[in-house]
């Protein structure tokens, strides 16, 4: 994304809404006729609120779907089809990539009212719609001695739809993995408006929708593997003079055959972000911090599992601080949960980089990062799930006091950064609106072509979720000639 377009996005006040009463347009005339007045919002107050992910603020709709079926799925599609108008499903809007702010005047189907929700503990199975908050899985699978382990941060607030859009992960994700882990089914609409139920057999076509961010289809139910919670989980904190060395404790615990629960990584900056706000006694000195959980069903294992990780970082030179008492280690993660407010009170806003690099070169990534974080002038700081090598390098700013360009030029220097140590732009986030641009330095003029292919078969009018993921043709074939 240019940084003109950028400045749009960012910037509530930089496109004027279309004033004239839209409930005269025909797509909402169309659609209140066929679903009714309950569950089409027309009225520009209303529409106003769906125009924004975290992130980024966009267009807005010309109107907005509430379904609460897979059938008024279908309806709206089939309208919004007959009058050429393009179709973005949308979540909670929690995501940090842009994926659900419309780029132009749209139908937004807000699946917030498809909540209901089935477990079979018999299958360790559950059956979710869309609009399903995360953590509510889990609290439905709880009584029956099970969890869905996918964890993202914004659990509390995120759906099924939205976690499968993005195919979000979280801490557990290294030892667990990540949202599409745990589909064993899918239900879609397609941008025809035809509905297909999906296993993962022949093609996994339901893994091709899991992270396409509402570009290829419209998820209108999940059915989602449960496992049993671990009995035991034990918590570590490390702390680090040198980045390098925390890369190296987290190589050698996982050499010496550790696979911890959780590994997570904040640098210097992120520390005294969270400690400014919550003041819990981390160690701002540190350059690096890592928290750390191992977990299982045999105790003595989980201990011995603690024991080596905590060899690890001894012997990489760090400073551990063992949780004494599940309290404590509750207090410790408090501090990684609450990254988001803590950055949110530095500035208004904030670019979300969410790169994934192999684990060799994460010391010299977050240092060049650092470099170029300083150079710029603009507040950064890095955490992410080290475990992985998926960092999270945040660009914190003000657009009404600062350059947006600057912004967009540090996160495109931070991507090129990920690209030449052998990356990749995004672990969890998705491409969206926010990295677009970046996938022509991310991926060969090959690739891309291959991706587009697939978009055509699955929505040849380009109607789901326009502008997203692949950045527009022509510009691409400009940049490789
Ligand atoms: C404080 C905070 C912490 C976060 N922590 C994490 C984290 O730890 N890990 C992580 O991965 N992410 C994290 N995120 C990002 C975000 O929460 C995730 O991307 C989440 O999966 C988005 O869910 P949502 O319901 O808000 O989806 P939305 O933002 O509404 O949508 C996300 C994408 O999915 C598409 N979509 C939505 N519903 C459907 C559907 N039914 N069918 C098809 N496509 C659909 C949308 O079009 C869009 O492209 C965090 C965000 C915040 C604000």
């Known amino acids: 994304m240019t940084p003109e377009k950028l400045a749009l996005t960012t910037n509530s006040r930089a496109r004027k809404p279309r004033s004239v009463g839209v409930a005269g347009h025909p797509l909402a005339a169309e659609l209140l006729a066929r679903l009714g007045p309950k569950k089409v919002l027309h009225r520009l107050s209303e529409r106003l609120n769906y125009r924004y992910d975290a992130i980024q603020f966009g267009v807005t709709p010309l109107c907005v779907v509430l379904p609460e079926s897979t059938e008024d799925v279908v309806t709206a599609v089939k309208v919004a089809r007959g009058a050429g108008v393009p179709i973005i499903g949308r979540g909670a809007a929690s995501g940090l990539s842009g994926g659900v702010t419309p780029l132009q005047e749209s139908l937004v189907i807000s699946f917030t009212r498809m ?15 869309p609009g399903v908050v995360t953590l509510q899985v889990s609290e439905a699978a709880k009584p029956h001695g099970l969890i869905y382990p996918p964890d993202p941060a914004s659990f509390r607030t995120s759906t099924i739809g939205g976690n499968l859009g993005e195919n979000a992960g979280g801490p557990l994700c290294f030892k667990y993995g990540v949202s599409g882990d745990y589909v064993r089914a899918l239900e879609f609409v397609d941008a025809e408006g035809e509905v297909h139920r999906l296993t993962r057999e022949a093609y996994d076509l339901a893994g091709l929708l899991i992270g396409s961010e509402g570009t290829l289809g419209l998820i209108t139910e999940a059915t989602l593997r449960l496992t049993p919670p671990p009995r035991y989980a034990r918590t570590l904190m490390a702390h680090f003079a040198e980045v390098g060395q925390a890369a190296e404790a987290v190589s050698a615990a996982i050499a010496a055959g550790a696979v911890p629960a959780k590994l997570e ?113 603009l507040h950064l700081v890095q955490f992410g799930h080290i475990g992985d090598g998926n960092l999270h390098p945040n660009i914190l700013f003000d657009p009404r006091t600062e350059s947006v360009g600057a912004v967009h030029d540090l996160a495109h220097e931070i991507a090129l950064v990920a690209i030449r140590h052998g990356g990749v732009l995004s672990g969890e986030h998705g491409i969206g609106t926010m990295k677009r641009d970046f996938m022509r330095d991310a991926v060969d003029p090959v690739t891309l072509q291959a991706l587009r292919d697939v978009k055509r078969a699955l929505d040849p009018a380009g109607a789901l979720n326009p502008g997203k993921i692949l950045p527009p043709e022509e510009e691409s074939s400009h940049a490789h000639p």
């Open 265 to 377: 990584f904040m640098d210097r900056a992120c520390v005294g972000a969270v400690e400014d706000y919550l003041h819990l006694g981390l160690p701002r000195e540190a350059e690096a911090v890592l928290l750390i959980d191992t977990d299982g069903d045999d105790l003595d294992t989980v201990e011995e599992e603690r024991a080596l990780v905590e060899r690890a970082c001894l012997g990489a030179g760090g400073v551990v601080r063992r949780a004494q008492s599940e309290a404590e280690g509750e207090a410790l993660w408090r501090a990684r949960r609450s990254i988001s407010p803590a950055l949110g009170r530095i500035r208004p806003q904030r670019m979300n980089e969410d790169i994934v690099v192999p684990r060799s070169v994460l010391a010299e990534v977050v240092r060049e990062i650092r470099a170029l974080g300083d150079a710029s002038g």
């Open 115 to 129: 909540t209901r929700l089935e477990v079979f503990p018999q299958r360790r199975e559950a059956v979710a719609q």
